[in-house]
Each structure stands twice: as C-alpha cells, then as structure tokens.
C-alpha cells in the first residue's frame, strides 16, 4: 500500500519540475473510497484514481471533511501517475451529515446515497429506538429514504417484534425482518437494495456484515472490515468505501455512521420527526421546543397517544444533545 506514499513523494518532486505544457480538460467520476488524505475516484475505468485536492479549491479551512464518499467529482487527470486532482464538486442530491466536534465545519459522511439501511436487532444486542430514531432524524434532514431491518428475528418472538414493525411502518420508514440462519427476508433485501446506492448502518453486533455475507455468499468484499482502528496510519485508514453489488447498486460502509448525532438545526428538530408534523404550529407559544411549554399540541398528542412516549422521549433527547 505504498502507492499513496509513492504520489506524494513524486508529486513533491514534480514540483520542481516543469508543467506539463498540455492537460486534459476536466472530467467527472465519483469518489468510491476515501483515507483521511486521498479519495479514489472512479472514472470508469478498471481501478479507480487515487486523487488529492488542489490546494485553491476550498480556500477558507481546511478541507479533509468537505468531500465524501459518493461524491461527483470533477477531476484533472495525471495519466503518468494512475492518480488525479479533484478540481471540484458536482451539486449532491442527499447527505449524510454527523455533528463535528466544536468549531469544526460540518462533517458529511456520505453524498448522493439514496437509502439508509438501519440495521437493529431486537435482542443481543436488544433493540435501541434512540439510535433508530436519531438515524430516522439524519435520513430525513439529508434526503435519503429509510429501510429499517429488524435482524436476528430467530430470537424473538412475533408479539415483540409486531408492535415495532407496526409504529416505524407507520412513520414511514420501510420495514423489513431478516434472520440469517433461517435466511429469512433475503429476497426482499437483495431486491429493496438493488440498482441503488445503500448506506449500512447499525449498532455493532446487530448482524450487519453476516447479512450482507449470507446475502451475497459469492461475493469476495467483506463489509464490516472499514475500520477507523486499524492502526496503519492517518494516511491508508479508509474512513469509508462504497462497494459495487453483483447486481448492481452499492453498500457503502462507514464506520464514522455506527454511532452518530445527526446534524440538525435545533428549531428543525421537530419536523424530521413525521408524526409530530400535524400538531406543528398548532402550540400556544411560537417557536415551542415542546418540552417544558404549556398547552402545548405535541405533548397533548403524546397525552392521548397519537404520538409514542418512546418517540417522544427520543425527541427530548435529541434536542437536550443539541
Ligand atoms: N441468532 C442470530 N445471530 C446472528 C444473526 N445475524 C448475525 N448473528 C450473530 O451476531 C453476531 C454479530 O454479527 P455481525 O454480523 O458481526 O454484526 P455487525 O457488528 O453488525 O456486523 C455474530 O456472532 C453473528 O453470528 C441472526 O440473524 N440470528
Ligand atoms: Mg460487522
Ligand atoms: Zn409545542
């Protein structure tokens, strides 16, 4: 894996050589993989171009947290080194955001992605609707459609699993119940994640990389293996990588999404929850967070149900983390 160390040490010593007297004019790929220093681009051909920013392209900070995986890409290409210089970004049609550490800008971790898979499963681990809602919260403020998957459903019972099918139904959200060993739901997962571009999400140990194995038993890509410990330095440590399906379509897999607090404005809050929609507008107080006002719409609907105090108490988290 030295390649990334061979393009900077040649690119330094490009630098004191002459230009090269004619470039290629500009042409577009998509970033399929990403380090904290490089992004590999596709441009369609076998293997994709391991590229860098020109410096001038994000003049005002630093720009390591700018570009994602899934990102359109315009690129220069260096056809002497396999490699390229991203010149720029194509407008992104969803993203997915997690709130950065103070005073850094905002961190998107993938663009142009068009379901999140929020993988959950009811028992070891048992079910965590916080993290399913905060995920539900992040889908809806980047654009991207939501498929729930109650996994390990061989270790619960129909009444357990019923009630939660039946409330994310109900928000929205597509619902789908898998099992590996009984190879439960496959074929409505290969189908529902085809020709599109999934990202995988889900605490750890809810079944993600023995799905997606079980799912696609051919297929050589190991999902679940991208990780931010591996320990082979800033520079090789892949932060995310979007893989081709053998039917097409691709998994993206991010470990920066495992665990993550949506960005969110917190006067927006309200909305990306879909069942507190009706009674918006509707509290005696403009601009209520719905938490302590009174007369109140959301926790009227709480009081006579047609809200959960699950939902509810997910919301109340969420705001008090923003
Ligand atoms: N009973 C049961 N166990 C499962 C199922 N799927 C995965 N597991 C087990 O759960 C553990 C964690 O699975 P893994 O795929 O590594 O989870 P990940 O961290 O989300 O990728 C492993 O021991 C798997 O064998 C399932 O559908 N049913
Ligand atoms: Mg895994
Ligand atoms: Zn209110």
């Known amino acids: ?47 994709p171009r391991l590229c860098r920013i020109r410096g001038s392209l994000f003049k005002v900070s630093r720009h390591r947290n700018k570009i994602a995986v899934g990102d359109e890409v315009e690129i220069d290409l260096d056809v002497e080194e396999d490699s390229g210089w991203i010149l720029g970004i194509l407008p992104r049609r969803t993203k997915l955001s997690r709130r950065p550490a103070l005073g850094v800008p905002e961190q998107i971790l993938v663009s142009n992605a068009d379901t999140l898979l929020i993988v959950a499963s009811l ?113 090789t440590t892949i932060m995310a990588e979007m893989y081709p399906l053998p039917q097409g379509g691709y998994i993206v897999d991010t470990p920066g999404i495992r665990e993550f607090a949506p960005l969110v404005k917190l006067e927006e809050l309200d909305k990306h929850f879909v069942e507190f929609l009706p009674f918006l507008g509707q509290c005696k107080f403009k601009g209520c967070s719905h938490r302590h006002e009174p007369h109140c719409a959301v926790k009227e609907a709480v009081t006579t149900r047609k809200i959960t105090d699950q939902r509810y108490s997910s919301y109340c988290n969420l705001y008090d983390s923003l």
């Open 123 to 235: 028992r070891d681990p048992p079910f965590r609707e916080g993290l399913v809602d905060r995920f539900l919260v992040a889908a809806s403020s980047g654009g991207l459609e939501t498929l729930l998957i109650l996994s390990k459903a061989d270790l619960s019972t129909v009444s357990e699993i019923k009630p939660i099918k039946e409330l994310y139904s109900s928000l929205g959200c597509n619902v789908l119940v898998t099992s590996v060993p009984e190879s439960r739901g496959f074929d409505s997962l290969r189908q529902l994640i085809s020709c599109r571009t999934s990202v995988l999400s889900g605490h750890s140990g809810v079944g993600k990389s023995s799905l997606i194995a079980a799912l696609f038993p051919d297929w050589g890509v190991r999902i679940g293996q991208v990780s931010n410990k591996s320990g082979k330095g800033l520079h």
């Open 1 to 47: 894996m030295n390649i990334e160390r061979k393009v900077k040490i040649s690119s330094s010593i490009r630098k004191t050589e002459q230009k090269l007297p004619q470039k290629k004019s500009p042409q577009t790929g998509t970033v399929v993989r990403r380090t904290k220093s490089f992004y590999y681009v596709d441009v369609g051909e076998a293997t």
